[in-house]
């Protein structure tokens, strides 16, 4: 009998917008916007800044003054996640090892339950409108539509690459997050026509698996300078970092006691 699938189809921004060793020395930031079916109001916004050999990924509060609520920081020397949880002050880190670890279980799971087979590895259907500048790719279930250019400064590609493919494999950590494969897929088309997306935009049909269908898009802004705010957050982070207290994985996500916690973290 097949292992039941431990993920549900809450709508995360993690699958839509997920960002090679070698490093850039260019700092820059990219802000997301995210919209859910025809909403013209946000439903959540992310700062990434870039700045040496790491990445700073800000979930910024849906207040008058916006705060960030949730960080991720992405060493790219050393690929490794630092999460950190601005209300209950606990971070999480996971190294690459720890996330194929837990990619290539999920990936078996997937695999081993029929109805959502497809999902660990999806081919799609590329094609590329050059009257309106919009790449398209495809299976029967799911469409992905991109938007983008190429950056003025071709040197920030191999890290957008990195977080880009790093931050999607992270789908693999949380159970309630929607498997990352599909993003993966997508992440090489983005990659292959050197863009940094302005726009991307994702509808899901229903089958017997997705009882609803889903829409949504995000907007993306690229910035090649910081702001005096931008390093503001970079101090802040860093002494979250360094000061909240490092907890498991099934604590930081809130998990079960019974779940197996395959990203052990290392002690302070």
């Given at each position: ?46 700062v990434t ?37 601005m209300q ?8 690459r090892a ?171």
């Amino acid at each position: 009998m097949a292992k039941p699938i431990l993920w549900t189809f809450r709508f995360s921004l993690l699958f839509l917008f997920a960002m090679t060793p070698l490093l850039s020395a260019q700092d820059f930031r990219i802000e997301t916007e995210l919209y859910v079916g025809d909403s013209t109001k946000s439903s959540s916004r992310n700062v990434t800044v870039f700045s040496d050999s790491l990445v700073y990924d800000f979930l910024m509060s849906d207040t008058a003054v916006s705060e960030p609520v949730q960080i991720t920081v992405f060493d790219r020397t050393e690929k490794k996640f630092i999460l950190i949880d601005m209300q209950q002050k606990i971070r999480l880190e996971l190294e690459r090892a720890q996330l194929i670890k837990l990619l290539e279980g999920l990936r078996t799971e997937t695999m081993q339950n029929e109805s959502v087979r497809f999902m660990a590895d999806i081919q799609f259907k590329e094609e590329f409108d050059v009257t309106s500048g919009v790449v398209e790719a495809k299976t029967d279930l799911i469409r992905y539509e991109l938007k983008g250019n190429h950056p003025a400064d071709s040197t920030i590609l191999p890290a957008y690459h990195d977080f880009l493919d790093h931050y999607t494999m992270l789908g693999a950590s949380d159970p309630q997050r929607f498997p990352p494969f599909a993003r993966m897929k997508f992440n090489q088309v983005i990659k292959k026509y050197g863009w940094i997306p302005t726009e991307v935009t994702l509808t899901v049909g229903t089958n017997e698996v997705f009882q609803r269908a889903i829409k949504a898009r995000t907007q993306h802004t690229l910035n090649m300078n910081l702001s005096d705010r931008d390093r503001e957050r970079i101090q802040l982070a860093k002494r979250c970092w360094m000061n909240y207290k490092i907890v498991s994985m099934a604590e930081f996500r809130g998990l079960p006691k019974l779940v197996k916690d395959d990203a052990t973290t290392k002690k302070q």
